[in-house]
């Protein structure tokens, strides 16, 4: 499944090469510093590397991307990889604070041939990034997700969030804070995951 849906995003081959040698750095690293859960190790491929993909698509590369909370680079180094080909002057910043996982990032960025800067700082300490995209896959939940959006979107941004089988109950708790537009498109990956593309964020 995962090579078709791979195949389905219109990956060249350049760009799939790219991915397979960041899934062999994750795989390297992640047992010294914990880049991912120890139970996702052998599945790298199709538990974050595809699910990273999947929020590129349906999603016109814009001028400037935010991936917040990076940790070991889902999705921001994927969007990076990806962008390489589709969007090269697309501007892609992480920030991560951990600064064992900012040297992880910066070292796949090179070796991967992807353009992105890396910024090691809490996402709240961060001045506002007028990103046209926000993006962040398991970081926080959504109301908190969206105080972030709400402080690095531009007018008119759009933010994508990855969510798991309790998606709908934090939409209905964040629109006790938040106003916004939602729509949800299913994960390739997980049958009750979706990602959430958001815009409009404003406070009630």
């Not at 790219?18 to 599945?43: C, G, M």
Request: aromatic share 6%.
């Amino acid at each position: 499944m995962s090579e078709v849906k791979i195949r389905e995003a219109h990956v060249s081959r350049e760009t799939y090469d790219r991915l397979k040698h960041y899934e062999s750095l994750v795989k390297k690293w992640s047992p010294k510093i914990n880049l991912i859960a120890k139970s996702t190790l052998d599945n790298v491929w199709d538990r974050h590397i595809v699910d990273s993909v999947q929020i590129c698509q349906g999603i016109d590369f814009p001028q400037t991307w935010l991936d917040i909370g990076s940790g070991g680079g889902f999705p921001g180094v994927v969007v990076a990889i990806l962008a390489v080909e589709r969007a090269p002057d697309c501007v892609i910043t992480l920030i991560e604070s951990d600064q064992r996982k900012c040297a992880f990032l910066r070292t796949a960025i090179r070796e991967c041939g992807a353009n992105a800067k890396v910024v090691s700082e809490r996402i709240e300490k961060v001045p506002p990034m007028a990103a046209d995209v926000i993006s962040a896959r398991a970081l926080a939940d959504l109301t908190t997700l969206l105080g972030f959006a709400e402080r690095h979107l531009q007018p008119g941004g759009i933010a994508l969030f990855s969510k798991g089988i309790q998606w709908k109950k934090e939409v209905d708790n964040a629109r006790s804070q938040w106003q916004f537009d939602l729509k949800s498109t299913n994960s390739w990956t997980e049958p009750e995951a979706v990602v959430l593309e958001i815009r409009g964020v404003t406070r009630v």
